[in-house]
Structures are given as C-alpha cells and as structure tokens.
C-alpha cells in the first residue's frame, strides 16, 4: 500500500513540475524590454505554401539588448519572414536591408510594463491552480486508499507530505514571478 502512495505523491511532483515548465516557457514569451530570440518563437512564416516556425527558416541572434536580426538560410525568405513577424502581433517593426532583417525593440512605457507585470501574475495564478489541482487529486487517491485499508496515522502523513510539496512548489512560482516581475519594470 506505502508504494501506491508513493507513486501517487511522484505523480503529483511531476504534475507540479510540469506547471512549473509551463510557467517557465509562457513567461519567456513576456519580453521585459530587452531583446532575446526567444520573443520571435511564436512567429509562423508561409514557407513555400507550409506555415513554418520562424526558427526553422533562420538563424535569430540578439547583438545588442535593444536589436534582433534575423538572418534567413535563403534570400527569398525575407519578405515571407517581415510578413510574418508583422502579422504575429508583437508589436515589432521589421526592417529589411537586403541582407537580413533587423528588428529594434523599442523601450516599454511604464502602463505597458504594469501591463506585463499583470500578465505575468497572471500566468502565475494558472500555475498554481495546476499545483492545487496535483495535490487534490493526491489527496483523493489518499483518502480513496484509506477507505480500502490504509491506516489513518498514514493517510495523515501522506497528507502532510502532499501539503509540504504543494507549499514548495508556490514558493517556487512566487520567487520566479518575482524575479520576472522586477525584470519587467527595471527600466
């Protein structure tokens, strides 16, 4: 009986961990001002005909914090890239000099930093409905084993094991919405 347990409470750490993971890659998508190519992964490029992610039709680098260039593998995919980062909404002005396209990142104003900041607290407020979610449904698995046998001083220790992780796993998110949160409104 302490195995299924056990593997209800790895099932539960790996639900937390997986909430955590999203968290994590929603947030890269936050931009805090500066430039990093993680911004443009949502860009879809018509590639000959097949809407393709921009990463897999060119190299995107970030030389200085305020500039990303995006250098295509072929000259005809130029245009079809501009297009795509213009209609991706990100509210980024592609510029082509036949070579590559550049991209400046303007400076965020303070509403749209508060904004962000929202948007991010956000994020974070689904990533612990998912932890709570994990850690429901190892309480029910425990208290579901507890009908069929397991003693009570057990079901109570597992309980407070589930509640600890879950506790950890909050922290986490509160100190990496945190950190994510001063990045966004330094200026």
Not at 21 to 29: G, I, P, R
Not at 169 to 174: A, H, N, S
Request: aromatic share 4%.
């Amino acid at each position: 009986m302490t195995e299924e347990i056990q593997m209800a409470l790895d099932e539960a750490k790996d639900q937390m961990n997986k909430a955590m993971a999203h968290l994590e890659f929603e947030l890269n998508k936050i931009r805090a001002g500066k430039a990093h190519p993680s911004m443009l992964d949502s860009v879809m490029v018509d590639y000959y005909g097949t809407m393709t992610p921009l990463k897999q039709v060119a190299n995107v680098n970030t030389p200085d914090p305020r500039t990303i260039t995006i250098q295509p593998w072929e000259k005809a995919m130029i245009d079809p890239i501009s297009t795509g980062i213009i209609n991706s909404n990100l509210g980024l002005n592609p510029q082509n000099n036949g070579e590559m396209i550049i991209v400046n990142v303007p400076a965020l104003t303070e509403e749209r930093r508060r904004d962000l900041s929202k948007k991010a607290r956000s994020e974070g407020e689904h990533a612990k409905v998912g932890i709570r979610n994990a850690r429901k449904e190892a309480n029910d698995f425990i208290k579901s084993a507890e009908k069929d046998g397991l003693s009570e001083d057990f079901a109570k220790l597992a309980e407070t094991k589930v509640q600890e992780l879950t506790d950890q796993y909050v922290k986490k998110v509160d100190a990496v919405l945190d950190t994510k949160e001063a990045e966004i409104m330094t200026v």
